[in-house]
């Protein structure tokens, strides 16, 4: 006998709460379809009458005007479309970077506030507190300032590293000369991640299933590590660099990390890690302090607790107000146009002067950041619902 199913049948009928529920809400879509449909139409009738052109027919157009930074090949004669990419992938360059080093850094810097070192607990304490509290903005100026007036000139550069070159010019690094060696070893990247959440996902069945827990955690790391040494390998090896050179008057070679994104990316990382730090810490905090006592007594040292016991429990409470960081982090990159660097509103704001098309560039800037912002927020929806706790 099947079983019977108790909810609510839906319908029109006046006389059910669920069926005026369901009259209300096709009213309310109507009204704003109505609403939206008048918005658009006038703002289409005043823009005729000034004589302003609209729509989005300007983006097969040539740009005419170049942009100082870019992911990809790009000239002034090419279009709107393709500048308006270029802006695209400038933001999702910054957004992605900076997400990765603030959570590193906010991370260390939430635990080193919990730490018995008095003095690494106080340096930490003050980061957060002088970070947090200084406006965006006036950090990224600072930060670019520090960059293009403190650093040396090219031929008197820092060497932070071997081959690598501080200067007010920015920061270059060596980078692999492009092979099939480097494709193959890429493409071996997201295969090695496959097989180990593959490897992953069976010992978490192996352990359901017989309550034995296999050893994943080596064989994935060899996954992750050992398919893009193996790309590398079946490409043929390849060791040669572009090695960067300083010369009298600048540094030529490598790959160059210019002055603006520097500022902004170092800006964005050490603001949004002082929230970071106090999220994760207090995620650690909500841990109960049996647990703490549970693994001492077990005789894990402090260094097992907090990767074993600790931190799997605080995710929980850690993960949703991270994903607003992260989305903060993604939307505060607007502000690139104060140091110079060509993200998508930079790109867009140089678009509207030479056209004029203000409505639709905006247009653009609105929907590229949404469509960024869903993404983030779904992707950190799903990774909080395998490590939110379970209700049964």
Not at 332 to 361: F, H, K, M, W
């Amino acid at each position: 006998m099947p079983p019977h199913d108790n909810r609510p049948k839906r319908s029109f009928s006046w006389s059910t709460e669920n069926g005026r529920g369901l009259i209300y809400q096709i009213i309310a879509v109507a009204v704003l379809a109505l609403l939206g449909w008048y918005l658009f139409s006038n703002t289409a009738r005043n823009l005729d009458a000034m004589q302003v052109k609209s729509g989005f027919a300007f983006l097969s157009q040539p740009a005419g005007f170049d942009i100082g930074e870019t992911l990809f090949s790009y000239v002034s004669s090419d279009s709107y479309l393709r500048a308006f990419l270029v802006g695209v992938g400038n933001t999702l360059r910054v957004a992605l970077a900076g997400i990765v080093l603030s959570t590193v850094l906010g991370t260390l810097v939430g635990i080193g506030r919990l730490s018995r070192n008095f003095l690494l607990r106080k340096l930490c304490d003050a980061y957060v507190e002088t970070l947090r509290n200084i406006p965006l903005l006036i950090q990224l100026l600072a930060t670019y300032l520090i960059i293009t007036e403190l650093l040396p000139s090219a031929h008197d550069a820092f060497h932070p590293l071997p081959h690598a070159y501080l200067s007010k010019s920015g920061l270059q690094l060596p980078v692999p000369v492009w092979s099939a060696g480097w494709a193959w070893a890429l493409a071996g990247v997201p295969a090695g991640l496959l097989c180990a959440w593959l490897l992953r996902r069976a010992a978490r069945r192996r352990q359901a299933r017989t309550g034995q827990a296999p050893r994943s955690g080596l064989p994935a790391a060899l996954c992750i590590v050992g398919l893009p040494v193996a790309g590398w390998l079946a490409g043929g090896a390849p060791s040669e660099f572009d090695v960067p050179e300083a010369t009298v008057f600048s540094i030529s070679g490598g790959v160059s990390l210019t002055p603006e994104f520097l500022a902004l990316l170092t800006g964005l990382t050490l603001y949004t890690a002082s929230y970071i730090a106090e999220i994760v810490r207090a995620g650690i905090l909500a841990v109960s302090a049996g647990q703490l006592e549970a693994s001492s007594a077990l005789g894990l040292s402090r260094a097992q607790t907090l990767r074993l016991v600790v931190l799997p429990q605080a995710m929980r409470v850690i993960v949703p107000p991270l994903t607003s960081q992260y989305l903060n982090l993604t939307k505060n990159s607007s502000l690139a146009v104060t140091v110079g660097y060509p993200d998508i509103v930079s790109v867009a704001n140089t678009a509207i002067n030479q056209n004029g098309q203000a409505l639709e560039c905006i247009s653009i800037i609105m929907l590229v950041y949404l469509s960024i912002s869903l993404l983030i927020a779904a992707f950190m929806n799903w990774y909080n619902s395998h490590v939110a706790l379970v209700e049964r």
